[in-house]
Nanobody, 121 residues
Framework: QVQLVESGGGLVQTGGSLRLSCVAS????????MTWYRQAPGKQRELVAG???????NYADSVKGRFTISRDNVKNTVFLQMNSVNSEDTAVYYC???????????????WGQGTQVTVSA
């Protein structure tokens, strides 16, 4: 099976920075879109940022200008650089990847286990 593993979460002060990483491993042909989601306590999961296999990106309005998503296609890794964080950024962050495992039009969605980000005063 394909596995996604996130890392880089932790405790950070308001205004500080963190960089999250997510690496995909296993057997697959290619990775299409890679995205970051987050879920705060008592709230719905929300899309944070996405990047396709050509490097095109999109961001939620709440993080635009503060977060940057990037990927390393050689290492099958996606990053989320988080700058100027605030209390609203506190959440569990999940990596998602749309992956093609066989020679087919269809792809499969995979999720990481999540990494906690806590922003303090």
């Amino acid at each position: 099976q394909v596995q996604l593993v996130e890392s880089g979460g932790g405790l950070v002060q308001t205004g500080g920075s963190l960089r999250l990483s997510c690496v995909a491993s296993g057997r697959f042909l290619s990775i299409n879109v890679m995205t970051w989601y987050r879920q705060a306590p008592g709230k719905q999961r929300e899309l944070v940022a996405g990047i396709d296999n050509n490097g095109r990106t999109n961001y939620a309005d709440s993080v635009k200008g503060r977060f940057t998503i990037s990927r390393d296609n050689v290492k099958n890794t996606v990053f989320l650089q988080m700058n100027s964080v605030n209390s609203e950024d506190t959440a569990v962050y999940y990596c998602n990847a749309d992956i093609r495992r066989t020679l087919s039009v269809r792809t499969t969605q995979y999720w990481g286990q999540g990494t906690q980000v806590t922003v303090s005063a």
